[in-house]
């Protein structure tokens, strides 16, 4: 792979790994779409990073349900749909145009019929 590709997905491995982690200690960011995205630019980027990551004792597991089943634990369900209601509700409380708080409102929307569709990972896993 090119150089400059490579380096274009670590940079974004790294900033998602960042922004999950944040998201840990923050309950209004969610974790899991960040590590997943840092899961996909490592493995294009970097081994060593990619291992790490998924032999991570917090993200590791998130990641390891995404691989194996498509599967999102319930907490991670929960912030995201949280994130996802008040999305719309600081646009709207900053005074955005009803136009883009529209499109808004389809668009994550549409993001959470596919998060609520995931199955939740099993006891067993």
């Excluded at 999950?20 to 779409?33: K, Q, S």
């Excluded at 995205?37 to 390891?64: C, K, Q, T, V």
């Excluded at 369900?77 to 389809?106: D, E, H, N, Y």
Aim: net charge positive; with cysteine.
């Amino acid at each position: 792979m090119e150089t400059g590709v490579r380096i274009f997905w670590l940079l974004t491995g790294l900033a998602s790994v960042a922004i999950g982690a944040i998201g840990v200690v923050l309950p209004l960011l969610p974790t899991t779409p960040f590590l997943l995205i840092s899961a996909f630019a490592f493995a294009r980027s970097s081994s060593r990073l990619d291992r790490w990551l998924r032999e991570h004792r917090y993200f590791g597991p998130l990641i390891d349900n995404w691989h194996r089943d498509g599967s999102i634990d319930r907490r991670s369900k929960r912030v995201a749909i949280l994130v996802l209601v008040m999305t719309p509700v600081i646009t709207w409380w900053f005074g955005a145009s009803l136009w883009l708080l529209a499109c808004q409102v389809v668009v994550l929307s549409a993001v959470a019929v596919f998060i609520l569709t995931r199955p939740v990972p099993t006891k067993a896993n």
